[in-house]
């Protein structure tokens, strides 16, 4: 579909409508599948490429490849797979039949940079399968310019017109993956208002929320903005709890307390900021403003990324004020939580893995647990028997309900640290436990 070919939009907007459009996939990750399966399940005939064969071995079996609980997902893809409407193979030549090709391909980061070999390799890909008329939809997420920059040039047909590209971020979450896809409004940027109403007819089909039509850098800008003021807001959350240990205050009361003022809403300190988003998009929409140098957004990083150090910070005056000293090398440490968020196993960035580095690099011995992670230790009591100390890193529904009872009998020495603020102090207290809790100073001496 060449720009201008009104006649070729019309008729994708009828193949949109009558869920004849022949659609791709590029990119089987956790947000590509979910978005194939929800097009195959309205009605679509879906074809899904990835590289990596085990991934498309696994959909053609009708298996979800990913671990961690998705509702629904896992038989919604059996469902549309053996209905014949979705397929998936690592070749990209299937791709020549399809009028739009969507592309869900990692866009990390390395240090503050936008890696985005995965996209550029994939637009290459397109551009010699898809044929001319085919309408590009990028759902990664971008640094502001790149769909209406390198995108479309890589994309651009050989006769040097550009291909209409649209631009449809992801707004999904682990856990959430289907839910999150439905019910989470989109914003559909277009490089012309044109291709932005295609974009709207396509996600209508399968989204039950507010479709905003607009160009491709406001669509950019507002994907990497809501997750840079996510991590700006989280950061702030942080610094107020370090505030409040050291001024004697309780970070959870100050926060409600502060919170019941309109126009106010702190969110919650923690062990640190994980996923896959939040730790690399405020990078990202700086990328699209070279002349703009990023102060808040990099100091934001930098609180968020200290929280780790912090927990082993805790630990230290935990044990300290059990032992009276300590040394290092002959503690023990019982990590509990290594995935990124509470109710999910997916340890991408997170900040546990940065505890366990800094423990493991002042010569601490770490075993680790997780109830979700997928190869962690799954026994609980295993983990911290004997252990020196427990270190809550992640908001588990089982920290939660610990025994706290048990784990004073199973501790060599009764010390936690609480990263999520999920162990009430007055229990810690019955149970015995000289509890280091984010957020939670002891109150000062008068
Ligand atoms: N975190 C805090 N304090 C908070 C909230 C989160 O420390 O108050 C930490 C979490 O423990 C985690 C990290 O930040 O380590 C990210 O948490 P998240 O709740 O933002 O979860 P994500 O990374 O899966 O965020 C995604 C984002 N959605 C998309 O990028 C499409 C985010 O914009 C959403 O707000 C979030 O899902 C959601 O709540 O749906």
């Not at 309205?42 to 079996?61: E, N, P, S």
């Not at 940079?113 to 898809?130: F, H, P, Q, V, W």
């Not at 840079?228 to 709890?241: C, G, M, Q, T, Y």
């Not at 912090?310 to 090398?329: C, D, Q, T």
């Amino acid at each position: 579909m060449i720009r201008g070919s009104l006649g070729a939009m019309e008729a994708l907007r009828q193949h949109i409508r009558g869920r004849s459009a022949s659609i791709g996939v590029l990119g089987l990750g956790p947000v590509g599948l979910t978005v194939a399966v929800a097009l195959a399940h309205a009605g679509f005939r879906v074809r899904g490429v990835d590289r990596d064969l085990g991934r498309t071995a696994a959909v053609t079996q009708g298996r979800w490849p990913f671990p961690g609980l998705e509702p629904d997902l896992p038989q919604l893809l059996r469902e549309v797979v053996g209905q014949g409407r979705l397929t998936a193979q690592t070749s990209p030549e299937t791709l020549a039949v399809v009028e739009v090709a969507l592309v869900a391909v990692d866009t990390p980061v390395a240090g503050a940079r936008a890696d985005l070999r995965s996209l550029t390799d994939a637009c290459t890909t397109l551009a010699g399968a898809l044929s001319p008329e085919a309408l590009v939809i990028i759902e990664s997420t971008v640094p502001p310019g790149t769909c209406g920059g390198v995108v479309s040039r890589l994309l651009g047909p050989s006769s040097g017109l550009r291909r209409p590209v649209g631009h449809c971020p992801e707004r999904v979450m682990p856990g959430r993956l289907l839910a999150n896809l439905r019910t989470m409004p989109r914003v559909c940027g277009g490089s012309t208002p044109e291709v932005a109403e295609l974009l709207m007819e396509l996600y209508g089909t399968f989204v039950d929320a507010p479709l905003s039509a607009t160009d491709l850098v406001t669509a950019e800008l507002v994907k990497t903005a809501e997750n840079a003021v996510r991590d700006v807001n989280i950061a702030f959350a942080n610094e107020l709890a370090r505030i409040c240990e050291d001024a004697g205050g309780d970070f959870l009361e100050v926060r409600r307390l502060v919170n019941q003022c309109p126009g106010r809403d702190v969110l919650l300190a923690g062990a640190g900021v994980g996923g896959h988003c939040l730790p690399k998009d405020s990078w990202l929409l700086a990328q699209g403003a070279p002349e703009v140098v990023p102060q808040l957004l990099a100091s934001a990083r930098a609180v968020n990324d200290s929280m780790p150090g912090h927990m082993v910070e805790l630990l230290r005056r935990g044990l300290r004020s059990a032992r009276g000293s300590h040394e290092w090398p002959q503690v023990r440490v019982a990590l509990l939580g290594t995935a990124y968020l509470e109710g999910t196993g997916d340890e991408r960035n997170s900040p546990s893995l940065r505890a366990m580095e800094i423990l493991r690099w002042h010569g601490v011995s770490v075993s680790v647990h997780d109830p979700w992670a997928t190869a962690r230790e799954r026994d609980l009591w295993r983990v911290v028997e004997g252990a020196d100390a427990a270190m809550v890193m992640v908001g588990h529904e089982e920290y939660r309900t610990l025994d706290l009872r048990r784990l004073r009998a199973a501790l060599r020495t009764p010390v936690v640290v609480d990263g999520r603020q999920v162990i009430p102090p007055a229990a810690a207290a019955a149970a015995g436990l000289l509890l280091q809790s984010v957020g939670r100073g002891s109150a000062p001496s008068p």
